[in-house]
């Protein structure tokens, strides 16, 4: 700040200098003394290096601040793009568990149906052949019975 105020001030008194210099007449032009003009140049020459110093060194910061920020936004854009990846495999995990869900459910209900199917056409088989044995018993006590009332 300081650099630049005091090459301000030097421009101003150059500008001063120049303005209150002697004119050649009819013309636009100035007579100037070399050696104060060459003490204006040397006395800019001094500043601005050191202001050149830090205005480069202002460029590399920003430089630096854009790049960092750069580097930063496509981490922010990959980890969000990985969030992305993994809740659509989430997402597609959660369908699939959902529909293998459904399947095991499906097979479950049919494989439950079967077997109240096969009870029940076992237990018709069962009660089929009980009565056949239960026929043939109430034959057998028939055929007992009339015996018994041919012996009379």
């Given amino acids: 700040?300081?650099?630049?105020?005091?090459?301000?001030?030097i421009l101003n008194d150059l500008e001063e200098f120049i303005q209150n210099s002697a004119r050649v007449p009819m013309t636009?032009?100035?007579?100037?003394d070399e050696e104060k003009l060459l003490d204006f140049l040397d006395?800019?020459?001094?500043?601005?290096?050191e202001?050149?110093?830090?205005?480069k060194w202002l460029v590399q910061e920003r430089e630096k601040v854009i790049n960092e920020?750069?580097?930063?936004?496509?981490r922010l854009l990959e980890e969000a793009q990985k969030e992305v990846e993994r809740r659509a495999e989430q997402?597609?995990?959660?369908?699939?568990?959902?529909?293998m869900a459904d399947e095991i459910i499906m097979k479950a209900e049919k494989a439950a149906r079967e077997m109240r199917l096969g009870a029940r056409d076992y237990a018709d088989d069962v009660l089929s052949k009980l009565e056949a044995r239960v026929e043939k018993i109430v034959k057998e006590i028939e055929g007992g019975r009339l015996e018994l009332k041919n012996m009379k």
């Fill in 1 to 9: 700040m300081r650099g630049e105020l005091e090459l301000l001030s």
């Fill in 28 to 32: 636009k032009k100035v007579l100037v």
């Fill in 43 to 49: 006395r800019a020459r001094t500043i601005l290096p």
């Fill in 51 to 55: 202001e050149v110093r830090k205005a």
């Fill in 69 to 74: 920020s750069r580097q930063e936004a496509a």
């Fill in 91 to 99: 997402s597609e995990v959660v369908r699939r568990a959902k529909e």
